[in-house]
């Protein structure tokens, strides 16, 4: 059973950064992505990478996010950094990964099937 290891996340000043780590065996975790869900709200994707290190982003976090990966011989481990935190990234952010990538725009949560527990990323103005 694949598991997701998730880290980081928590409070952070507005226009701050905050750094969100995930990581995982290597089996079937070709793409890994990031989702978040604020409260009453439906989940969303942030963004993916693939295993060539190509990402894809969500307009909300675009210029402000960057998602990175490092792949070693036994897990693969995707970073999360986020820059210029606005109120309205505070949500629990979730990581998933999956066999496949599809690049056709952000990630989808019908996409994946693995996911973590989640983190909960609380940005203040």
């Known amino acids: 059973q694949v598991e997701l290891v998730e880290s980081g996340g928590g409070s952070a000043q507005a226009g701050g950064p905050l750094r969100l780590s995930c990581q995982t065996s290597?089996?079937?975790?070709?793409?890994m992505a990031w989702f978040r869900q604020a409260p009453g709200q439906e989940r969303a994707g942030v963004a993916k990478?693939?295993?060539?290190?190509?990402?894809?982003?969500a307009d909300a976090v675009k210029g402000r996010f960057t998602l990175s990966r490092v792949d070693a011989f036994a897990s693969n481990t995707i970073h999360l950094e986020m820059n210029s935190l606005q109120p309205e990234d505070t949500a629990v952010y979730y990581c998933?990964?999956?066999?496949?990538?599809?690049?056709?725009?952000?990630?989808?949560?019908?996409?994946?099937?693995?996911w973590g527990q989640g983190t909960q990323v609380t940005v203040s103005s």
């Open positions: 990478i693939d295993g060539n290190g190509r990402a894809v982003y």
């Open positions: 290597r089996y079937n975790t070709y793409c």
């Open positions: 998933a990964a999956e066999l496949r990538c599809d690049f056709s725009g952000p990630p989808r949560m019908d996409d994946f099937g693995i």
